[in-house]
């Protein structure tokens, strides 16, 4: 076949200049807009309008639909082309293409670089090209950027004094260790280290060397036991940390309500008590409760009644110490004790001998209680666990507990 009749199968060549890509963005930008300014010029007046469609667009330039909307994109972006949809059912479009915009990039593409233009004349001349740098230059080295972690921080060199010592209001080595160690004794009392008084009392050493004052060091060097001037006195209190008995037997008697055992009452309360606001708050309900009380204390008085009834938090009770538990334990079960285990202080001759004696009481037999001295000792919590435990360790007093009630056992 002949190249004619071949290019002639193929019909009209659409016109592409390939200068115009680096300006309309694209090579199909580029036949894009040729073809619509070849459409634009056939028109009688410059500034109407372009009818068409995808379908025309195609056939005119063999770009399919993907490649139509890529270009024109790319042509708005430059403002070198306006479009405008006739009707939003169909897919005719009006465009117009922006020719003294177009004339404008042109003129801006083709001005010479004045660079360059001392680049082709010094050639010409045979002389060194002039180089042109910007007003401040790049450093040579390269820096390593990254957008996720960034440039890694530069370390911080800090100044060490050799030999440091702390300094403060105290006058010698030997007074700031006393200071040291007063505070040391303070927080093992008070728990304030939570297991590590000597940090703890370090930080209040370390604040005073900064220039901060501190109750506790004026409380030293006055003689005064830390913490003392420190207390404040509530008005539910009968002195610095101790409330009134009634009001926090009341605290106590309401969790014990809730179902709460009687030492998670106790811990429970005193911990109410200690904070200042729920305190203050507890107190004024109490107070309250007291008024009316006593209001119907008196009226039942009037009313020829000898002993109002008040409730049990407003009985004396008397104070639990731990020799008076364990005389009470002691009369129930003489070998139950508290006291601290003195093994280590006692000579080997003195522990062989203790050996033996207590082979001895377990070779005796014990003496069983009474059922009522036993009953009297299951009326607490406390005392019903260990009469419990010491009936399941002696079956030979013939014991046993049936709901709650310590009876003889039936042997058959």
């Known amino acids: 076949m002949k190249i004619g009749i071949f290019l002639g199968n193929l019909g009209n060549p659409a016109i592409y200049y390939p200068k115009l890509a680096k300006i309309?963005?694209?090579?199909?930008?580029?036949?894009?807009?040729?073809?619509?300014?070849?459409?634009?010029?056939?028109h009688s007046y410059s500034g109407e309008w372009v009818k068409t469609n995808s379908t025309e667009i195609e056939k005119a330039t063999g770009l399919n639909q993907e490649e139509q909307e890529f270009a024109r994109q790319q042509l708005k972006v430059r403002s070198l082309l306006k479009e405008k949809l006739t009707n939003p059912n169909t897919d005719t479009l009006e465009l117009w293409a922006d020719i003294d915009a177009f004339?404008?990039?042109?003129?801006?593409?083709?001005?010479?670089?004045?660079?360059?233009?001392?680049?082709?004349?010094?050639?010409?001349?045979?002389?060194?090209?002039?180089?042109?740098f910007p007003e401040t230059s790049p450093p040579n080295h390269a820096v390593k950027t990254d957008k996720y972690?960034?440039?890694?921080?530069?370390?911080i060199a800090v100044a060490v004094t050799p030999n440091y010592r702390f300094s403060g209001p105290w006058n010698s080595e030997e007074e700031l260790h006393n200071f040291q160690?007063?505070?040391?004794?303070?927080?093992?009392?008070?728990?304030?280290?939570?297991?590590n008084p000597s940090g703890w009392a370090f930080k209040i050493i370390d604040s005073m060397t900064k220039g901060l004052t501190s109750t506790f060091w004026e409380e030293f060097i006055a003689?005064?036991?830390?913490?003392?001037?420190?207390?404040?006195?509530?008005?539910?209190?009968?002195?610095?940390?101790v409330p009134y008995p009634a009001f926090e037997e009341e605290r106590i008697q309401y969790y014990v309500h809730k179902g709460e055992p009687l030492e998670a009452a106790v811990s429970k309360a005193r911990?109410?008590?200690?904070?200042?606001?729920?305190?203050n708050d507890l107190w004024e309900g109490f107070l309250r409760k007291c008024d009316r009380l006593a209001d119907d204390a008196l009226k039942a008085k009037n009313l020829g009644v000898q002993t109002p009834y008040l409730p049990p938090s407003?009985?004396?009770k008397p104070q639990f110490t731990k020799e008076s538990v364990m005389k009470k334990l002691?009369?129930?079960?003489?070998?139950i004790s508290l006291t601290p285990s003195t093994a280590n202080t006692l000579s080997p001759r003195t522990l062989v001998e203790q050996q033996e004696s207590k082979e001895k009481e377990s070779d005796s037999v014990v003496e069983a209680p009474s059922i009522e001295l036993l009953q009297k000792a299951c009326k607490t919590p406390m005392g019903r666990s260990m009469i419990e435990k010491q009936i399941t360790e002696h079956p030979e007093w013939g014991y046993e507990i049936v709901d709650g009630e310590i009876v003889e056992s039936i042997p058959f």
């Not at 990039?105 to 001349?125: G, Y």
């Not at 972690?149 to 370390?155: E, I």
């Not at 003689?223 to 539910?236: A, M, N, T």
């Open 271 to 279: 911990a109410d008590l200690r904070n200042p606001v729920l305190g």
């Open 223 to 241: 003689g005064i036991p830390l913490g003392e001037s420190q207390k404040v006195q509530r008005d539910w209190e009968i002195e610095p940390e």
């Open 330 to 335: 002691e009369a129930i079960a003489p070998q």
């Open 149 to 155: 972690f960034g440039q890694p921080r530069q370390q």
């Open 24 to 42: 309309t963005g694209g090579v199909t930008a580029s036949i894009f807009l040729c073809q619509l300014l070849q459409w634009q010029a056939q």
């Open 103 to 132: 004339e404008e990039k042109l003129n801006n593409f083709w001005t010479p670089n004045p660079a360059d233009i001392i680049t082709q004349k010094s050639r010409e001349n045979n002389t060194h090209p002039v180089e042109i």
């Open 314 to 316: 407003f009985t004396e």
């Open 181 to 195: 160690r007063a505070l040391e004794a303070y927080a093992k009392e008070r728990n304030l280290g939570f297991g």
